[in-house]
Nanobody, 115 residues
């Protein structure tokens, strides 16, 4: 089992920045893949960024160059640094961990970007 707790959401104006954190209940060095998803009202949940156990990252085209995912194994935490925020980034952001082919979700954190 892996419990995940997200934090760092809030309300910002367009062009601003936020850093989301996702802290796991166990060592993330044993977790194969850590992901950030988001879901806006009326939309499907979409993958924003992920980072493998080896530190390889990938991003959705819509956030490339603006968002950065990173992991701190010593703190059992994955971060999503979000710069240049746009109103279309408004959503609930969720963290997911994949361990032994099983996915675990956090409860989500709201990000609201005003124009």
């Amino acid at each position: 089992q892996v419990q995940l707790v997200e934090s760092g959401g809030g309300s910002v104006q367009a062009g601003g920045s936020l850093r989301l954190s996702c802290t796991a209940s166990r060592s993330i060095s044993s977790i194969d893949l850590m992901e950030w998803y988001r879901q806006a009202p009326g939309n499907q949940r979409e993958l924003v960024a992920d980072v493998t156990k080896d530190g390889m990252t990938s991003y959705a085209d819509s956030v490339k160059g603006r968002f950065t995912i990173s992991r701190d194994n010593a703190k059992n935490t994955v971060y999503l640094q979000m710069n240049g925020l746009k109103p279309e980034d408004t959503a609930v952001y969720y963290c997911r961990a994949i361990r032994y082919a099983t996915g675990y979700w956090g409860q989500g954190t709201q990000v609201t970007v005003s124009s």
